[in-house]
């Protein structure tokens, strides 16, 4: 194996582990997570992993809901301590509301028993509502290295124009702010989109790019492979990021999850198998109203064609380029 090999799968394996130290909420790894999804890729299977992740380290989750009813929280993916209602209600009195649950210590050396995630179900209502302010509540809230900080963020949900055109937008707000970012998309629309790639094909478009009417969510082509790809973006201390794509196939009642780097997922990797072109017909992949096929007669005076050739490199070179018909 060549060196740089060897580097490449060096730094695979680190990333792998930071980003199940991202899933398990480790201490110092990313005060604030967030999660961008689609349409086309939800990310409840990420957040049902940090769920999971969370009871084993007797975590405690705070559910803070600005879409979810409370009379569907027993069908929620996570086991919540707490379950705050944030419809209506200012970043300020949300705020307090928020503080008079948490029971934590501003040392350093925190006890297991008093971490917290407080869990947005998505932050679209308080970016409409209050873009200006959504920096300084975000902030606010990590009053202690015991608490994280885990919100999703719609990307396909559109947004009212902003009234103060040089004020940044929620979104690139939420990327500076946050310390990771995980971006999930539909594991079968990017083995398409390999597919396609890997036969000098356009990439098939999905759901709102098609740009057709009624098309909301695209239909993916399907398979075997079950799970999503999750983009993480983790910034470090020393500002240096670190970029990486994983595929996640979520927990089942038979099996743990499980996380594959995206270059050593086998579907991913695998070489395509073409099928024969000369077999093919290209005019029916080209939509001609013609045949580019030869027939065998043709194929036939193609090869009895004599061509002629120059022989300029031999004796008698300099007399130019004499051109030889063999008979």
Known sequence: MSSTSTTIKHKTTCNTLLFQKLLNLGDGVSPFTLVLDSLEQRGEPLIQEFGRRAKISNTKIVFISFTTPYCKKP??????????????????????????????????????????????????????????????FLTSLLISPSISLLAVYHVDIPLPCSTTPYLPGPLVILNYLATAVLTVSSLAQLLSRKRARDRSLP??????????????????????????????????????GIVEDFVLAPSTPKAASSIIPLNEYPAYVSIPTFTNVESQDPSTELDMPFNLNLSEKQKRDRDEVVLPYFDAQKESGNDGGRILYQM
């Open 75 to 136: 069908l929620l993916s996570l086991e919540t301590s707490l379950f705050i209602n944030a419809r209506r209600k200012s970043p300020n009195l949300l705020r307090d509301e928020i503080h008079s649950h948490l029971v934590v210590s501003k040392r350093k050396d925190v006890d297991a028993k008093n971490k917290y995630i407080l869990f947005f179900d998505s932050l679209i209502p308080l970016a409409s509502s209050h873009p200006q302010e959504l920096s300084s």
């Open 203 to 240: 990439d098939p478009l999905f759901g709102l790019e098609e740009a057709k009417e009624g098309v909301i969510v695209g239909q993916s082509d399907p398979i075997i492979e079950k799970g999503l790809v999750v983009n993480m973006e983790l910034r470090k201390r020393s500002g240096r």
